[in-house]
């Protein structure tokens, strides 16, 4: 095939333009793996945080950045148990750790492992049994697989289980996650160390990436070998760091056929056959490929080819049922996976993609593919198709940027949850344990641990100053220059949420000049046409971001946050002494009937309100008295947000402030309309009963 080079060069070029286009280009694949990498520093500091010694790590299509919007990859997580040590060699033994000892004998099926318990107090093996273990017939102590997984089934609740893994699926407008639990072994396996000394043709991967790769160790999961007689026994080796490792090293020509690969088996085999080749298997195929071509061969003007020789290469594994895992070459990945039905289909369906020379490409409906080559062969650059361009790309650094501020604002949420119901002197003393072990994590750590901490920290100094000026205004009705430190420390975290919990205890104190500033220097900085509201406190389905706001994030990084997006307010109960009468009734927003629905949602005992309303409130209730033009156009301004923005998490807090605003213009009937329409977008929970209860006694009164 591909007798014409000059046809291959030509479809390989535009192929290539039409994947940049689509956001699989060095830029955005860089983006989309600092994303994620920082993503795993904030949910590993998160557990650090909560005194859980666990670590998160981000595997898969999203953090190797070889995914594009149409194919909607997952999002796989691990999260190791850093309190237990899976050794190979009894010199490995550690003191304070639970200790398992790594069984790989010809009982055990390739690329499994047994773990035999192994006493506390020394490097010998332990000889009481309990739920969790089972004495085989050698009368070793050995650890059940199934453990691991229950304990999984409580902590991802309404996860659906694969395998080892707990997945969140099918809810709309949301990432699918699997989360798996695994233990960690800090060495290299024995059943990879041969891998360490073998070298292909290509001369990948380099001595130096598998120097590294074996520093990365490995981690043992809760799943046996399928019909394997020690199925509940056995223990999956995973070398995931060092598969990761292995693409962060490949060219964009190299994932670009990856794609590619992903997309043909998402047009042509999924819908019939769904994961019966499963991307770990491509995965697996194209460092076989790659490490058995020549490295001069991934160009981007011979992608075609190499689409070929990759296609090649998974029509022969799939032929002969036989794809070696790539580093632990005993694990057959396809034995007893591909049925005789299943395997005529597929090795028919990859024989015509091969011989299409490039056409079949064409059908491909995923990101619009084959429309796009269609136009970049026939010439046909349509003005609709620059935009669509510069929008992808565009795009896609907007959902970057918007997940990791998302991410930051539910560790937050976590966190704080923890002191919900807790004492002015244990909130300040938990708050201050988080913020003293950011500032040693910033201050230890390089990269983006270090940038993961810094952007953490200053949330919680907002939340402890908001307390101690809670705790003032109760004993002396002011507030403290300790407090307004603590504040002064977290003021930037984004465009408005702390400089809103600043003003709102400058109104509580009746301070209203100050209150004023930092009310307007707040608007000045809230773009309308850049800034997103941000909030985690429940799930809902987003609208599509700013154009402004995505054209902000494709040109920065994560710390664009400061100044495109605007958290919702939170304010704890030990913080009510700093929020307005108005806004105080969101505590207290559960009748008995309601706890019951509440589930563990904590926020619920919060007042919780978006930036942009609170704003236009604390503007009406500031200029009520003086500035009648002021407080109108701050009226207007917050009926149209609530109207209007698209985005908002707490729509029915925003219309019960408005409702009480109302009510104190004398538009009993309009205040009255915002709490039903505050009742319909939450029918429990909600404060608006309170008002509406108010309301029609206050009028039965006064008839």
């Known amino acids: 095939m591909f007798q014409r080079p000059s046809y291959t060069e030509n479809v390989s070029l535009r192929l290539s333009e039409v994947l940049a286009d689509i956001g699989v280009d060095e830029r955005i694949v860089q983006k989309r793996r600092r994303k994620w990498l920082l993503r795993e520093s904030t949910q590993t500091i998160s557990s650090q945080l909560q005194d859980r010694n666990a670590s998160a790590y981000l595997l898969g299509s999203q953090c190797e950045g070889t995914t594009t919007l149409g194919l909607q990859s997952d999002i796989d997580v691990l999260v190791s148990h850093n309190d237990i040590n899976v050794i190979q060699d009894w010199a490995d033994w550690e003191p304070g750790f639970l200790n398992y000892l790594m069984i790989q004998d010809e009982t055990v099926s390739s690329g499994y492992c047994l773990l035999q318990l192994l006493r506390p107090d ?8 309990d739920q969790e273990h089972v004495r085989d017939r050698t009368g070793r102590i050995l650890h059940k697989n199934i453990h691991i997984s229950a304990v999984g089934a409580k902590v991802w609740k309404g996860g659906v289980r694969h395998g080892p893994a707990y997945a969140r699926q099918r809810q709309s407008g949301f990432i699918d996650i699997d989360t798996v639990g695994a233990l960690p072994c800090k060495s290299w396996p024995l059943q990879a160390r041969q891998w360490l000394d073998q070298q292909g043709v290509g001369q990948w991967p380099s001595d130096d990436m598998k120097r590294y790769c074996s520093s990365t160790g490995c981690f043992v999961v809760g799943v046996g070998k399928k019909d394997s007689e020690n199925e509940e026994l056995e223990w999956r080796i995973s070398t995931s760091l060092a598969e990761r490792c292995l693409m962060f090293n490949l060219n964009i020509t190299q994932i670009r056929c990856y794609v590619l690969m992903k997309m043909i088996l998402k047009t042509f085999i999924k819908p019939y056959f769904g994961d019966t080749i499963s991307s770990f298997m491509c995965k697996t195929g194209l460092f076989h490929c790659i490490a058995n071509t020549y490295s001069n061969v991934w160009r981007e003007n011979n992608l075609l080819v190499c689409l070929s020789l990759y296609l090649f290469v998974l029509n022969s594994s799939i032929f002969n049922e036989y794809c070696p895992h790539f580093i632990i070459p005993g694990n057959n990945l396809m034995r007893g996976h591909i049925s005789h039905e299943s395997k005529g289909y597929i090795l028919e369906v990859l024989q015509y993609v091969i011989n299409s020379e490039g056409r079949a490409l064409l059908e491909m409906e995923c990101d619009h593919l084959g429309a796009r080559i269609q136009l970049k062969l026939s010439y046909l650059l349509f003005e609709f198709d620059i935009e669509i361009k510069e929008n992808l790309s565009t795009l896609i650094s907007g959902n970057l940027l918007n997940c990791t501020a998302q991410l930051n604002d539910m560790v937050i949420k976590r966190c704080l949850t923890l002191i919900t119901n807790s004492s002015y002197k244990e909130a300040i003393q938990t708050l201050l344990k988080y913020i003293f072990k950011l500032v040693i994590i910033f201050n230890q750590c390089q990269g ?18 908001t307390i101690l000026a809670s705790l003032n205004i109760q004993q002396y009705n002011g507030i403290s220059v300790e407090a307004l430190t603590w504040i002064s420390l977290g003021l930037n975290t984004d465009v408005s949420s702390s400089k809103l919990k600043l003003a709102s205890m400058l109104y509580c104190i009746g301070d209203s000049q100050r209150t004023e500033v930092v009310l307007r220097d707040i608007e000045t900085n809230y773009d309308l046409n850049i800034v997103e509201p941000i909030c985690r406190c429940h799930d809902f389905m987003c609208q599509p971001y ?3 706001f995505h054209a902000t994030a494709d040109n920065h990084n994560e710390e664009a946050i400061q100044y495109t997006t605007a958290v919702c307010v939170k304010f704890l109960p030990c913080e009510i002494n700093c929020v307005p009468r108005e806004l105080r ?7 008995q009937e309601d706890l019951a629905f509440r589930g563990d ?13 609170y704003l236009y409130f604390l503007q009406y209730k500031t200029y009520s008295y003086h500035r009648i033009q002021k407080k109108q156009r701050a009226l207007f301004n917050l009926t149209r947000t609530i109207d209007q923005e698209s985005n908002l998490g707490h729509r029915e807090t925003a219309l019960n402030l408005l409702g009480q605003c109302l009510e104190q213009e004398g538009r009993a009937r309009d205040a009255l309309r915002c709490y039903l329409l505050s009742l319909n977008l939450r029918e429990r929970n909600n404060a608006a009963k309170f008002h509406i209860c108010r309301m029609l006694f206050t009028l039965a009164n006064d008839q």
């Open 122 to 129: 020394a490097p010998l093996p332990y000889n009481v049994l």
């Open 448 to 465: 983006l641990d270090k940038t993961a901490s810094s952007l953490l920290v200053p949330q919680f100094c907002t939340t402890l100053g």
């Open 546 to 548: 700013r154009k402004g």
């Open 585 to 591: 009734y969101e505590m207290f927003k559960s009748t």
């Open 601 to 613: 949602d904590k926020w619920m005992y919060w007042a919780v309100v978006d930036s942009l309303p």
